[in-house]
């Protein structure tokens, strides 16, 4: 047993919530001989059957901790230190160490001889306590921060050792099965008619508090105190109980496991005894105190646990009468003034109880109770209107009734104004107010909705509220008003009334709460279905909480998110048995839920009466740490870890969760968030994982913190880091590749860019150069070549004058006309240099047009005049336009050599038209090109030659000059059919042949 915990001492046993696991609610059945809770929060349980686990909803039982190991059987003992390890003792030569997760062997961790422990225990300093036992010989050792240290040498007069502890002076006491009671002394056990408590066989010891100890025998208690007295607790058990486990909390209260069920003995020296309820056997067989201040004790047949709950409930047990609470009211002295539904009256000071029989009262059933000073009125079902007023110890009653003034003399509920006015609604005769000493009456004859009053509240303004079962009535400046459904009420029978610190009149009718704000009616947004039940009263704690008592349940609700309508589930809390409600049943009474000056609520419930702290919730809110159970991922569940890595390509990821206490699972909260997935904490959940769909690859970590009942985030973060592995793509040496692949296609993209912009820029200028170069032929070709014809006829006009004037007049005047036909020429080549020079179709015509045209450029005498001829081979083809207007200008320039510069004779164009090209020969009889221009491939400072090969090589066509001083000269132009014919029967074939010779 180890840490701070305790149970409030002043509660009778009944009065504690009590819990039961039995095999119905999933235990695994086997006696419980050790109790312990580890760190990380779960419950381990060593019986009969082995380890078992308890996370406080399920039970797993782990008969083979270690895999490569057999199972290790009955588990006898279980012990934490303050480093963390759970040390679990099997029977047998065996020790396990439990931490975090994992088993291992503690002989093994130690370095210690494999032995059989026979009791183990903490000690005062956070260590442990064993003692070993092998066929040679027994001892004692401690382990304390990683290191084993004898505290008793090896001795077999020590017998076996069943129990040991460690007391405030530091002594180690032995309890064995045969010996008694023994102390270690200067590393020996020693036995002596001092410490002697007989020859029992002693099961358990326990360090007091006030440095005694405590031995649980078979035979009963004893106690043994600092100085040395002895004692038998209590005498008259002694002999008829055995004692089988004991642990004692800081409140100085002793739980001991006993053969007859659960014992407490009180640090008064009161024993009470919790008997077996609807077990088969009343035995206790372990016992243990937790983290948070509960106490676990399970036995033959299963778990048990006792836990303060939020309430403490006054029943028959705490002397009250066997009945339904009723109305309720609290003094300014700190009394409870109660009215049992079955009748009388009550009231609670300081835990005492006293039953007022004044004025007939034992014998009434009381409806409602208000106060004021030191007066008590008391409204009664037959009698009336009673003042109970206290001087001292004594009290003294005066009654009044309709004799008196009063409307009815069935009193439903009563109230104190802040004037002194005590009101008095009854049952069906209308209100009465008293005040200094006269009675006035108001009915439905005077301003009331009804005459059947349920409830009366002041308000903070002086204003009167009286809730009726025909509306809500407002009584201000001495006249009544009313309003019902029609003003927004859920319902016009109003039940209760209250307001609240806020000046907020709350009104609670048959279909639910409403409230007052502003002189209208307001029915919250988004009622939770908790107040949708019938409500029968509400009260306000002292930090802003709405509680309600409804038929099956009390409620508390967060008050300023109820206003706002943004009521969260953690915002709505439920209170039944769990929290020390006994029977959560509410009852119909003016008042049934009320607050007193300690700010605690009182309320009416089937069996009596409870009160509540609400403090207790931030007190006993200790911080819950949250254990990550698992991470679960491609189909594997993986323990976390500082190293946790989850294949690659893993999209969904499931974390699983809880809270590592013990205490009402199914009341903490928790929530959460995911680095790198989450910006902010998620809203409060219950459920116990959560699960995150397409995550990338990446490094996580996960938080999760709780909360009970989602009020305090006050705990520490758990978190768990866990790494999903990239893909390939995602690896940083992809990424890095894949940088500098795409900065490599941007450079080759940018090189690529910069070469095309090159070649355009080198085509434009090739564009531009070519067409300077077109426009200069053309005006090589029309403008000059005519310009030169011109000068040779005024050349030969020139040597004709004066001598043959009519022949140089006829030559003048043709010179002129071919001037005109010169200047329209070249006008047409400047406007459109495509154009054809010839309007013929067919080349033969376009041929002789040119010839002609060349031979009017240079006139000769007729007997000088060359011969000129054309001859066609084969059936003519239409040819392309720019085909023909290019060949034609060849012709012109070539038939311009033979006549101005050849001095030819005859000059022959040969047309071939073959299937696949066509073929123009240009021949003369001239005297020749010289070598040296033929070889060079122009004459100096001429462009004829350069000018018919730029035509040729733009058709993509073959020019071919032969030539001999004195033989004459041969043109031959060879054009591919595909180009030159404006249809080919073969021109795909061509150009298949073509392709297969490139």
Same mark, same amino acid.
């Given at each position: ?327 309720? #009211?609290?003094?300014?002295? /700190?009394?409870? @003034?109660?009215?049992? !539904? =079955? +009748? %009388? *009256?009550?009231? &609670?000071?300081? $835990? ?62 009563? #109230?104190?104004?802040?004037? /002194?006015?005590? @009101?008095?609604?009854? !049952? =069906? +005769? %209308? *209100?009465?107010? &008293?005040?200094? $000493? ?125 206003i706002a309508g943004s009521l969260h589930e953690s915002d709505v809390e439920v209170f039944g048995e769990l929290d020390g409600l006994m029977g959560a049943q509410g009852v119909r009474r003016d008042r049934p839920i009320i607050t007193d000056a300690q700010g605690r609520i009182w309320v009416s419930v089937q069996n009596g009466i409870a009160c509540a702290d609400p403090q207790i919730t931030l007190r006993q809110g200790r911080p819950i740490r949250v254990r990550i159970e698992s991470i679960a991922a491609a189909r594997t569940t993986f323990r976390p870890g500082d190293s946790l890595r989850i294949p690659a390509g893993t999209r969904n990821v499931t974390i699983h969760f809880s809270g590592a206490s013990l205490e009402s699972p199914d009341r903490i909260w928790y929530r959460y968030r995911l680095e790198g997935a989450d910006q902010e904490w998620s809203d409060p959940i219950q459920i116990r994982q959560v699960s995150y769909s397409d995550l990338g690859a990446g490094t996580y970590r996960f938080h999760v913190m709780a ?280 021109k795909f074939l061509a150009r298949f042949r073509r392709r297969i010779k490139v």
């Open positions: 047993m180890g840490g701070s915990w305790a149970l409030d001492p002043a509660k009778s046993l009944s009065q504690y919530v009590h819990n039961e696991w039995g095999r119905d609610k999933g235990f695994v059945g086997g006696t419980i001989y050790a109790i312990c809770q580890s760190r990380d929060g779960y419950l381990w349980l060593g019986t009969d059957r082995g380890l078992v686990r308890f996370d406080g909803e399920k039970f797993a039982l782990i008969q083979r901790p270690l895999a490569d190991q057999p199972a290790i059987g009955p588990v006898r003992g279980l012990v934490e230190d303050s480093d963390g390890n759970l040390w679990i003792r099997p029977e047998g030569p065996q020790m396990l160490l439990y931490r975090d997760g994992q088993f291992r062997n503690a002989f093994a961790s130690g370095g210690l001889p494999v032995s059989t422990i026979t009791a183990m225990a903490a000690d005062g300093h956070g260590g442990v306590l064993f003692s070993l036992f092998s066929e040679l010989s027994s001892g004692s050792m401690r382990y304390w921060h990683g290191k084993f240290e004898t505290v008793a040498d090896p001795t077999e007069a020590a017998g076996t050792v069943t129990s040991m502890a460690e007391t405030l002076d530091g002594r180690i006491w032995l309890g064995t099965r045969d010996n008694g009671l023994l102390v270690i002394s200067n590393r020996k056990p020693v036995s002596g008619t001092t410490f002697n408590l007989g020859n029992d066989k002693i099961n358990a010891l326990a360090a007091a508090n006030n440095g005694g100890l405590w031995a649980g025998t078979d035979h009963g208690l004893r106690f043994r105190s600092a100085r040395g007295d002895i004692h038998i607790a209590p005498p008259e058990w002694n002999n008829k109980i055995q004692i089988l486990d004991l642990a004692e909390d800081v409140a100085g209260n002793l739980w001991a496991a006993s053969s007859r069920g659960l014992v407490r003995v009180t640090a008064s020296g009161d024993f009470s005894l919790l008997p077996g309820s609807g077990r088969k056997t009343a035995e206790v067989t372990a016992v243990f105190g937790d983290h948070d201040g509960n106490l676990w004790f399970g036995g033959p047949e299963g778990l048990e646990l006792l836990e303060d709950g939020l309430f403490t409930t006054y029943a028959t047990q705490a002397r009250l009468p066997d009945s339904n609470g009723g109305a309720l #009211y609290a003094d300014i002295e /700190g009394r409870i @003034w109660f009215a049992p !539904v =079955s +009748g %009388g *009256l009550y009231c &609670l000071d300081r $835990g005492r109880l006293e039953r007022i029989r004044l004025a007939g009262l034992d014998r009434d059933v009381v409806y409602s109770i208000s106060g004021g000073g030191n007066d008590i009125w008391v409204g009664r079902q037959s009698g009336g209107l009673t003042r109970i007023t206290r001087s001292g110890n004594d009290l003294s009653a005066q009654t009044y009734v309709r004799a008196g003034g009063l409307a009815q003399n069935t009193v439903y509920t009563t #109230y104190v104004g802040r004037d /002194g006015a005590v @009101w008095a609604g009854t !049952v =069906s +005769g %209308g *209100l009465s107010r &008293l005040k200094n $000493g006269i009675f006035a009456t108001y009915s439905m004859s005077n301003g009331l909705s009804s005459n059947s009053i349920n409830s009366i509240v002041e308000g903070y303004d002086g204003t009167v509220w009286v809730g009726t079962s025909a509306g809500l009535n407002a009584f201000r400046n001495g006249r009544w008003s009313h309003g019902s459904t029609a003003d927004g009420l859920p319902s016009s029978d109003v039940r209760n009334c209250f307001e609240d610190s806020k000046h907020l009149l709350w009104i609670v009718t048959a279909s639910g709460p409403a409230y007052v704000s502003g002189g209208r009616v307001v029915v919250p947004n988004h009622l939770p279905d908790q107040l949708r039940d019938q409500i029968f009263g509400i009260a306000e704690d002292d930090l802003g909480f709405l509680w309600f008592s409804s038929t099956d349940r009390v409620i508390r609700v967060n008050r300023e998110r109820l909360s009970r009942e989602g009020l305090l985030w006050n705990g520490a973060e758990s978190d768990a880091t866990f790494t999903i592995d990239p893909v390939f793509w995602q690896t940083w040496w992809f990424r890095a590749i894949s940088v500098f692949a795409v900065g490599l296609t941007g450079l080759l993209l940018f090189h690529l860019r910069m070469i095309r912009l090159s070649r355009q820029m080198s085509a434009r200028f090739q564009e531009r150069l070519a067409e300077r170069t077109r426009i200069a032929q053309e005006l090589h070709d029309t403008l000059l070549q005519s310009f030169h014809g011109l000068m040779l006829r005024f050349q030969t006009v020139d040597s004709m004058l004066p001598a043959r004037p009519v022949e140089a007049k006829a030559l003048l005047d043709d010179a002129l006309n071919r001037a005109d036909d010169a200047l329209a020429e070249s006008r047409e080549a400047i406007q459109n240099i495509r154009s054809s020079p010839t309007p013929h179709s067919n080349l033969s015509g376009a041929l002789a047009s040119v010839l002609e045209a060349v031979q009017r450029e240079f006139p000769h005498d007729p007997q000088s005049r060359p011969i000129c001829s054309i001859v066609a081979e084969g059936s003519e083809q239409p040819l392309r336009e720019y085909v023909m207007a290019e060949i034609c200008r060849i012709a012109r320039e070539s038939l311009r050599n033979s006549l101005q510069h050849a001095q030819a004779n005859h000059v022959e164009i040969e047309l071939s038209f073959r299937e696949t090209q066509l073929c123009l020969s240009f021949r003369d009889d001239g005297v020749g090109i010289e070598p040296a221009v033929l070889g060079s491939g122009a004459r100096a400072g001429h462009w004829g030659l350069i000018g018919m090969r730029e035509r040729a090589a733009r058709l993509g066509a073959e020019l071919t000059f032969w030539s001999k001083p004195g033989a004459g000269t041969e043109v031959e132009l060879t054009v591919p059919g595909e180009i030159a014919y404006l249809s080919s029967p073969v």
